[in-house]
């Protein structure tokens, strides 16, 4: 399986991006789909996640409200709509893909088999 990351950019406090996460390969292998992130210095955070068919969500407390996880299965894409952004939401933000089936969508990056690239997302105060 492999994953492409893409759709970060540099936006302005209060503003929206799309991130988007293409799936290739064996993606029957694919049981859900993760989104962290990791800031300058810091340890990667858990954001969001969903599972490949039945779209079973899980978010990290402080993104929920804020951003919503989506999947569109005819284009092997899981997407990361991120609204009101925040100067604090700055990292290079990762999708990953689990090949387990350990029900609800995990937050621990443990769970997750395999990951993209990263693509950078920028929030200007």
């Known amino acids: 399986v492999q994953l492409q990351a893409s759709g970060g950019g540099l936006v302005q406090a209060g503003g929206s991006l799309r991130l988007s996460c293409a799936a290739s390969g064996r993606t029957f292998k694919i049981y859900a789909v993760g989104w962290f992130r990791q800031a300058p210095g810091k340890e990667r955070d858990f954001v969001a996640a969903i599972t490949w068919t039945g779209g079973s969500t899980n978010y990290a407390g402080s993104m929920r409200g804020r951003f919503t996880i989506s999947r569109d299965n005819a284009k092997n894409t899981v997407y990361l709509q991120m609204n009101s952004l925040k100067p604090e939401d700055t990292a290079v933000y990762y999708c990953?893909?689990?090949?387990?089936?350990?029900?609800?969508?995990?937050?621990?990056?443990?769970?997750?088999?395999?990951w993209g690239q990263g693509t950078l997302v920028t929030v200007s105060s």
């Open positions: 990953a893909a689990a090949a387990k089936d350990y029900g609800p969508p995990r937050g621990q990056d443990t769970a997750y088999d395999y």
